[in-house]
């Protein structure tokens, strides 16, 4: 199936983990994908990746805190292509630690990564597929905007604030024909969450292993994502058969706030 044939679609964090899933997944059904990560060589490897599945890819240095950095990158991609139909916002960061402990420095640059990055890039699709009458916005959030742990504020705090730009961005682009979802991932096999256990478990005395063998037994499904499975809701609501979903935060977590 490619549903997205000749469509351009822009991620951002698409170096590695979800962010890399979910632009090969873009490129096996025809999209032309535009990779925006810090991580050149990485990043390179994703589009080069796309590109075996016979679609048009762009690798661009683009870091997200940047607004020039963002705003470079867009201008490439309707330089080259002429058009915006899908945005994945999907670069982000964890850090966390005791709450006496936060540091100012290290909180503002997980609000930049994590929080500004989304809104500048929502910021510099919205024009675009406004004009085209058409467009589709996912902002990747975490179920740690819905719920949360121990010495983890900072990360659910940006979160969820993900999930308040994607409402409302949701309720203003809506009349001119774009929606805007968030997708709200569990615990996703990733260098992201591995490098995660590692530090929090060794927080409260446990091993790596033992922490994300611990995460997957609080879910209904008993095990951790993969990325592709987060990519698959991605394309979804992307497509076609989305068009009257706006405005929710969908949790894509084996049931682990359900459970």
Same mark, same amino acid.
């Given at each position: 199936?490619?549903?997205?044939?000749?469509?351009?679609?822009?991620?951002?964090?698409?170096?590695?983990?979800?962010?890399?899933?979910?632009?090969?997944?873009?490129?096996?059904?025809?999209?032309?994908?535009?990779?925006?990560?810090?991580?050149?060589?990485?990043?390179?490897?994703?589009?080069?990746?796309?590109?075996?599945?016979?679609?048009?890819?762009?690798?661009?240095?683009?870091?997200?805190?940047?607004?020039?950095?963002?705003?470079?990158?867009?201008?490439?991609?309707?330089?080259?292509?002429?058009?915006?139909?899908?945005?994945?916002?999907?670069?982000?960061?964890?850090?966390?630690?005791?709450?006496?402990?936060?540091?100012?420095?290290?909180?503002?640059?997980?609000?930049?990564?994590?929080?500004?990055?989304?809104?500048?890039?929502?910021?510099?699709?919205?024009?675009?597929?406004?004009?085209?009458?058409?467009?589709?916005?996912?902002?990747?959030?975490?179920?740690?905007?819905?719920?949360?742990?121990?010495?983890?504020?900072?990360?659910?705090?940006?979160?969820?604030?993900?999930?308040?730009?994607? !409402?409302? /961005?949701?309720? %203003?682009?809506?009349?001119?024909? &774009?929606?805007?979802? =968030?997708?709200?991932?569990?615990?996703? @096999? +990733?260098?992201?969450?591995?490098?995660?256990?590692?530090?929090?478990?060794?927080?409260?005395?446990?091993?790596?292993?033992?922490?994300?063998?611990?995460?997957?037994?609080?879910?209904?499904?008993? !095990?951790? /994502?993969?990325? %592709?499975?987060?990519?698959?809701? &991605?394309?979804?609501? =992307?497509?076609?058969?989305?068009?009257? @979903? +706006?405005?929710?935060?969908?949790?894509?977590?084996?049931?682990?706030?359900?459970?």
């Amino acid at each position: 199936m490619r549903r997205f044939e000749n469509q351009v679609v822009v991620i951002t964090g698409s170096a590695t983990g979800i962010g890399a899933a979910t632009a090969l997944r873009f490129a096996a059904e025809g999209a032309r994908v535009a990779c925006l990560d810090i991580n050149d060589a990485d990043n390179e490897a994703t589009a080069e990746a796309a590109q075996a599945a016979g679609v048009e890819a762009l690798a661009l240095h683009c870091d997200v805190r940047s607004r020039d950095s963002q705003h470079a990158a867009f201008e490439t991609v309707k330089g080259s292509w002429g058009r915006l139909d899908v945005l994945v916002a999907s670069a982000g960061i964890y850090v966390g630690g005791p709450l006496p402990e936060v540091p100012l420095d290290r909180w503002d640059d997980i609000v930049a990564v994590n929080l500004t990055g989304v809104l500048v890039s929502n910021s510099l699709a919205a024009p675009v597929m406004t004009a085209q009458g058409r467009g589709s916005i996912i902002n990747i959030a975490s179920m740690a905007a819905k719920t949360s742990w121990p010495y983890s504020a900072e990360y659910s705090g940006t979160k969820s604030g993900v999930v308040g730009i994607t !409402r409302s /961005a949701a309720m %203003e682009l809506g009349p001119h024909g &774009v929606t805007v979802n =968030a997708v709200c991932a569990g615990n996703t @096999l +990733t260098d992201m969450v591995r490098k995660v256990a590692a530090e929090v478990g060794a927080t409260v005395g446990m091993g790596a292993q033992e922490w994300l063998d611990m995460r997957a037994n609080d879910t209904a499904l008993k !095990r951790l /994502a993969r990325p %592709e499975e987060i990519a698959g809701v &991605v394309a979804f609501l =992307a497509s076609d058969d989305a068009r009257y @979903l +706006t405005g929710q935060a969908i949790e894509v977590d084996g049931g682990l706030v359900l459970s």
